[in-house]
């Protein structure tokens, strides 16, 4: 509850919480492993006003999302997915969420992290058994907006120089964290000046508790206004500093209460139950209107399960619309990569086992420590993990599938607001990358919460890692991982994080890269990100491997000959590779479709498909010999001109439909190419390249 007003916190509690549990089911994360890819072409971002914590902006993009809020019930104190609380009938007060505004349930491992940083920063955990929602926000790991009885309490994230959790209020939840403790509080004199984003001196200091350090985030109060900022110096210096001793980041006269009413998982089901029966409802249907169409009416229907939370929801849902037709085959299709959690596997085989669901679970013929010697550890600008753990095992199950139906039916999981390439997901559409294959994401519009709250609603089992703290159940040292849930792994299974540190310490020590750079999860890029080249300058980690950069050069690997697919096949395999640089061209060839979990460009001519991995493998296959030959030629030459490009600029002025640009040294073309060739006749480097 949300007052104007000053009044004593209703309800607080030091001391480990429990979780936020009842029966109705556990708590909380995200899928991996899927069937089909996400695709993407472009996407932006927008940020709502900051809500009073500190956290870094120069961030992973998320596509901005139109429903980017839910209500809150003040009478029922529950969460709600739509404006009408079940129980009391009433209206709740719509929460606006920072995007993607992909708002959750606090899990209970998360339940006790935010405890400890309470407890270790403020003495003090005033929160106790209260339903908490966590709300992922941009930032350098993993960043959360904790929200309780309708309000922003501040923000829980993983400090990537510490390797540990912080957190840091909101104005509201200083007000909350000064009625429970006085541990790292400064007294400022009251006075008229206006405080926000100012320095004070020590003579506008009223006390200031000796626990407080430099840099520390502290809790202000002068008169009737409270706040939160940081701490300049030492509160033992504070009488002598020379300098300010004080920023306040912000105060205000707002004042907040915790609600008296403190309801269990139970209550918020209960509260929000004829929405996630509509929710539900709205899914079946269209996972009937599509797989009961004429041409699919009589063929197997399969659910991409990875033993995620996702995936979960979207398998019941697909035995829920079927169930009356009682001929209808059902399959769950499981890619084990070699480098699931134990958990998932376990998980994934015992649901399937428990609910009578055929499992097709598939396996990579080509081990992931097999190749890791040779291409190093994957990265989210390098996923060739993604090629050979999963791509090869999910065509095999595709074509298993294709050999008996006309088309494969597949049924997935994903969501838009889990991340910028999922922003632009169809409810269904045919996978650019698997002729034959038709994808139905009927939960592509929930969000977490949503989720979750079916998932409760329904009383699924699901897989424990969530109430574990981790986001991604998956492969254990996927790149795209958080930090935070790498170091979760070192507790959970020091074995699994023993093998791939040991192998990342002697990757580095080859290519002249510290322990550091390792330990603070910076060989997660092939090409580190502004925010990461920051860090290393802040901890003065070189980022700079003593190897050199493989020199760009294209090799066939396989010359020209027959397809299964129809028409003819030549691969190659590129040196030296960049997916950035390629991307940045290839519109040149035609409509270009990525997939970020695959690591795969597709480029699509009218007659020919060219696919480029993020390992730097090439496959060209065109209608006839001469034209698969001629099209390998042109890619090869577009790939020299993106890699070896000195941003002369010369192609800028060539192009006649102005869809040329030069970003950091490199040539950019975009989606208004028509392909006329201009661009390529101009080229220095494509006119010299035998002398280069």
Same mark, same amino acid.
């Given at each position: ?7 004593? #916190? ?18 909380? *994360? ?34 901005? /999302? ?5 209500? %809150? ?5 529950? =969460? ?19 995007? $993607? ?33 966590? +709300? ?10 904790? !929200? ?11 400090? @990537? ?67 939160? &900022? ?26 907040? #209460? ?25 899914? *079946? ?91 190093? $550890? ?5 996923? %060739? ?9 999910? +065509? ?35 996978? =650019?990358?698997? $002729? ?5 994401? =009927? ?61 990342? *310490? ?32 802040? @901890? ?21 000959? $027959? ?25 040149? @060839? &035609? ?10 460009? @597709? ?17 060209? /296959? ?37 869809? !040329? ?10 989606? #208004?190419?028509?392909?006329? &060739? ?15």
């Amino acid at each position: 509850m949300v007052s104007m007003k000053k009044g004593k #916190s209703s309800s607080s509690s030091s001391g480990k919480s429990s979780r936020q549990s009842s029966s109705a089911g556990k708590s909380h *994360m995200r899928s991996a492993g899927s069937l089909s890819s996400g695709y993407r072409k472009s996407s932006s971002h927008s940020q709502k006003q900051d809500r009073g914590a500190s956290h870094s902006k120069n961030v992973q993009k998320y596509a901005s /999302n139109e429903k980017d809020y839910i209500f %809150w019930c003040q009478k029922c104190n529950a =969460p709600l997915i739509e404006k009408e609380c079940s129980i009391c009938g009433g209206d709740g007060t719509k929460i606006d969420l920072s995007q $993607p505004a992909d708002v959750r349930f606090c899990s209970t491992h998360e339940r006790e992290v935010l405890h400890d940083a309470l407890i270790a920063e403020f003495r003090a955990d005033p929160l106790g058994d209260r339903i908490i929602l966590l +709300n992922k926000i941009p930032g350098d790991d993993k960043t959360d907006e904790v !929200i309780v009885d309708a309000f922003v309490f501040g923000i829980l994230r993983f400090d @990537m120089q510490k390797l540990d959790y912080v957190f840091e209020p909101s104005v509201l939840g200083a007000h909350i964290l000064l009625e429970s403790t006085e541990k790292k509080t400064v007294i400022l004199k009251k006075n008229s000046r206006h405080l926000n984003g100012k320095k004070v001196s020590y003579d506008m200091v009223e006390s200031m508790s000796d626990d407080i350090r430099v840099n520390d985030i502290v809790l202000i109060k002068s008169g009737n206004l409270t706040g939160f &900022g940081v701490a300049l110096c030492d509160a033992k210096k504070a009488p002598t500093f020379a300098g300010p001793v004080l920023r306040v980041r912000k105060v205000d006269s707002q004042h907040a #209460s915790l609600n008296q009413k403190v309801p269990t998982m139970d209550d918020v089901v209960a509260a929000n139950v004829p929405h996630i029966r509509n929710l539900g409802r709205n899914a *079946m249907n269209t996972i009937k209107g599509i797989a009961n169409q004429k041409e699919y009416k009589d063929l197997p229907v399969n659910v991409s399960f990875s033993g995620g939370k996702d995936s979960l929801v979207v398998l019941d849902l697909t035995v829920s619309a079927l169930k009356n037709q009682v001929d209808r085959e059902i399959h769950a299709f499981f890619l084990n990569t070699g480098i699931e959690f134990p958990e998932t596997v376990e998980f994934a085989r015992n649901f399937c086992k428990d609910s009578n669901i055929e499992l097709i679970e598939k396996k990579a013929s080509s081990d992931f420590w097999d190749n890791v010697e040779a291409f190093g $550890p994957p990265a989210k600008d390098f996923r %060739w993990c993604c090629k050979i753990c999963k791509l090869a095992p999910a +065509n095999e199950a595709i074509e298993e599938c294709l050999a008996k139906a006309p088309t494969c039916i597949t049924v997935d999981g994903k969501r838009r607001y889990e991340s910028f390439s999922r922003a632009r997901i169809s409810t269904s559409e045919n996978n =650019p990358f698997v $002729p034959g294959q038709l994808n139905i994401f =009927p939960i592509k519009d929930w969000k977490a919460i949503e989720v979750w709250l079916y998932i409760y609603w329904r009383k699924l089992d699901y897989n424990p890692l969530y109430d574990l703290g981790f986001e991604r159940v998956g492969c254990y040292l996927c790149p795209a991982a958080l930090s935070a849930e790498y170091q979760r792994l070192k507790d959970l299974h020091p074995e699994l994080h023993e093998k791939w540190e040991g192998f990342l *310490m002697q990757w580095a020590k080859k290519n002249g890269l510290s322990d550091p750079f390792i330990e603070h999860g910076l060989w997660r890029w092939k090409e580190l990100p502004p925010k990461m080249v920051k860090l290393c300058e802040e @901890m003065g980690i070189s980022a700079c491997a003593t190897t050199a950069e493989s020199e760009f050069s294209i090799s066939i690997t396989s010359g020209i000959s $027959p397809c299964k697919a129809g028409g003819y096949t030549i691969e190659a395999s590129i040196r030296g590779f960049s997916m950035k640089k390629t991307q940045d061209v290839m519109n040149i @060839m &035609g409509e270009n479709v990525f997939s970020e979990e695959l690591g795969l460009l @597709m480029v699509r001519g009218k007659t020919s498909t060219i696919k480029i991995f993020s390992s730097g493998n090439v496959v060209v /296959n065109s209608d006839d010999k001469s034209s698969a030959d001629s099209i390998f030629a042109e890619t090869s030459r577009q790939l020299l001109k993106a890699h070896r490009c000195t941003g002369c600029g010369i192609c800028i002025k060539a192009c006649p439909m102005n869809a !040329i640009s030069i970003e950091n040294r490199h040539v950019c073309i975009n989606e #208004s190419c028509t392909h006329c &060739g201009k661009c390529t006749d101009s080229c220095v480097v494509l006119r010299y390249k035998n002398k280069l």
